[in-house]
């Protein structure tokens, strides 16, 4: 990988990294062609005592109770974007690719496909405004106390605290601001005069693009990635769980729970009782299902305004 710039470069235009100030979005390509999205909430958090280290949360059931893009949806929904006949459909796909919990390459192609149906025409300001609207009223009840707990314990001793998700980085962004942290890392939808073309920059943030995309900020950012920490429920994030010095299992499904006493990583499970019913799917199984009912949600909003 090539040497990335500095946070005081970061202003300057290079090759294979461009920055969109007025989105706070950095979007940098590896010379493997790798590409990731990372956003800082607004203000900066201060200066860490030790600045070579941060942790890493994923967001579906690791830091939330399900899938944030579903309940982006279902906040969508209930203003009436599209039926709840197309969530019902989205939540029944959701558990059917829960129970199979198989992702193959064919998966990959259609979530991407379906992705870029989700974002095209959407005005950026107005997804982050939905974002704000719909995480206030659906998400935040449903954040795990005992993650933001350990996100908090990171910032109470000046690390700085990421998401990794394969929603929007916009999307991700928003999330991490209401939470109070650092920022977020997340797929890279292409933008064009302030809205989505429905065209995607590099793949979605899945499996080993989060592996990818933590090892690019750590360029950027200055970070040893021994001395950092990362979090998921789900053996799909085991590269970027392997990249890290610490790795921690939240909620970890059976496959995750199985590695993690395998290499002896610490675990915590945030739920009680037997074990709960997860809404969430693996991340681009999620942003594949969701696509068709927001689509359908779209152009039914669009046939009324030229109605």
């Known amino acids: 990988m090539r040497q990335l710039p500095s946070r ?26 790798h590409t990731a999205g990372w956003a800082e909430t607004d203000p900066a958090p201060p200066a860490a005592p030790d600045p070579r280290a941060a942790a890493f949360f994923d967001v579906d ?51 991407k496909e379906a992705a870029l149906a989700f974002v095209e025409g959407w005005r950026v300001e107005d997804v982050e405004r939905l974002t704000e609207e719909i995480f206030d009223e659906l998400m935040a009840p449903r954040i795990w106390a005992g993650s ?12 700085r605290v990421w998401l990794v998700s394969a929603a929007p980085v916009e999307i991700g962004r928003v999330i991490a601001a209401r939470l109070g942290l650092t920022g977020a890392i997340g797929t890279v939808a292409e933008i064009a005069d302030g809205a989505y073309t429905g065209r995607l920059v590099g793949d979605l943030m899945h499996g080993p693009a989060k592996a990818e995309a933590v090892t690019q ?6 970070l040893e990635l021994s001395r950092c920490t990362a979090y998921s429920d789900s053996a799909n994030d085991l590269p970027m769980l392997s990249a890290v010095g ?15 006493r395998r290499h002896g990583w610490e675990v915590r499970d945030f739920r009680t009782g037997r074990r709960a019913v997860k809404i969430a799917v693996p991340s681009t199984a999620a942003a594949g299902l969701v696509a068709g009912a927001v689509t359908a949600g779209v152009v039914l909003q669009r046939r009324r305004r030229n109605g």
């Open 61 to 111: 059931n690791t830091m939330m109770q399900g899938a944030s893009i579903y309940w982006f949806a279902r906040g969508l929904a209930a203003r009436k974007y599209f039926t709840t006949t197309d969530l019902a459909r989205f939540a029944w796909q959701q558990l059917r690719f829960r129970v199979l919990a198989r992702e193959h390459a064919g998966d990959m192609s259609q979530a």
């Open 217 to 222: 900020l750590a360029v950027v950012e200055g």
């Open 8 to 33: 005081r470069d970061r202003s300057r235009r290079g090759e294979g990294e461009r920055v969109a100030r007025s989105r706070k979005v950095t979007v940098s390509t590896d010379v493997h062609g």
């Open 148 to 159: 933001r707990r350990l996100a908090q314990r990171h910032l109470d001793v000046g690390e």
């Open 246 to 260: 610490r790795a921690v299992a939240v909620n970890p499904d059976t496959t995750l729970l199985r590695q993690a």
